[in-house]
């Protein structure tokens, strides 16, 4: 099984000793995003997780826990997003200039192959021209390109609460093709994520973030494992189960669809126990505790290709 770690909040950035208290534990408890009573129980050992997938703005908080993860002998990679917007819209991130050193540093301990580079969500108005975005991708590109194998757009969208609105089509294609542009300069090959646009024509590719291919070459092995139902039909990511809870992250970024608020998110943040078996507070008593079916998803059957 994959492991997001998580679409939900930034677990790297927030609660890295809590990961690995519940790698150490063996197991992690996961509530229902509607129903705080139904809980999920998961177990997380080498033998059935097949690789964590991490999402952050900010992993330099779980650097002193790597060696840890790499002594319990488990595969990952990193999502990493930098886009320099102003305290405007990501009031509480490191700099740009920190977030680059931490990429850089994280890149040349774990790899290349282990850490995407991510320039999500792009949005487009006044103060946040498309010659802005160009300018910051290229900025970014030039010091990243050397430390990452691609890199992943998405552009903003307009769900419910969120302040900006979706870029028109032909605002995308145009933005698109300067990206593409400047990613080819530097050799850095350009996927998008979850766009209902096809912008292949502009030389970027659909992407997957959780991607069967790339786990297969980082674990050693093929995966049988299906496109993940769960998400957008525009997603290519495969599936996962994600042991995050929603309102947790206080980054405060306003396009965030994860937190309704970050004065909520900091109310929550106050409840989290490093020793706690679910990210948030303890249980009540109350709950009912499900015992997830997991198991590896290494595909042992063999194909004519296996001995060519």
């Not at 991708?137 to 757009?153: A, G, N, P």
């Not at 496109?227 to 525009?234: F, H, I, L, T, V």
Request: glycine share 6%; hydrophobic share 35%; aromatic share 10%.
């Amino acid at each position: 099984m994959i492991i997001s770690a998580s679409r939900r909040t930034d677990i790297p950035a927030l609660y890295p000793q809590w990961f690995v208290n519940r790698l150490l534990a063996g197991e992690v408890l996961v509530p229902n995003p509607y129903n705080r009573k139904k809980v999920a129980r998961i177990r997380l050992s080498p033998d059935v997780v097949d690789c964590f997938v991490f999402w952050t703005k900010n992993p330099e908080p779980m650097l002193p826990y790597l060696k840890m993860i790499d002594m319990l002998d488990y595969q990952y990679y990193f999502e990493m997003t930098i886009t320099d917007y102003g305290k405007d819209v990501e009031p509480n991130l490191p700099s740009t200039e920190d977030s680059i050193a931490s990429f850089i540093l994280l890149s040349e301990r774990l790899g290349k192959e282990r850490i995407d580079f991510r320039f999500d969500p792009i949005i487009l108005n006044e103060k946040y021209s498309l010659s802005y975005h160009l300018e910051k991708f290229d900025m970014m590109c030039s010091w990243l390109h050397k430390y990452t194998t691609r890199c992943i757009i998405s552009f903003v969208d307009a769900y419910k609460g969120c302040p900006f609105q979706e870029p028109e089509e032909e605002d995308m294609r145009m933005a698109a093709k300067g990206l593409a542009q400047i990613a080819a300069k530097y050799g850095l090959p350009l996927y998008t994520c979850a766009e209902r646009v096809n912008l292949e024509e502009c030389g970027i590719r659909h992407g997957a973030c959780i991607d069967k291919n790339k786990i297969r070459q980082l674990v050693g092995y093929k995966l049988d494992v299906k496109k993940d139902r769960g998400q957008r039909k525009e997603c290519g990511c495969c599936e996962s189960i994600d042991i995050g809870m929603y309102d947790t992250c206080i980054h405060g970024c306003r396009y965030c669809y994860a937190t309704a608020g970050c004065e909520s998110a900091r109310k929550k943040q106050k409840l989290h126990d490093p020793e706690s078996p679910i990210l948030i507070g303890r249980l009540k008593g109350d709950e009912v505790i499900t015992d997830k079916k997991i198991q590896s998803a290494r595909d042992n059957q063999l194909s004519l290709f296996d001995f060519m």
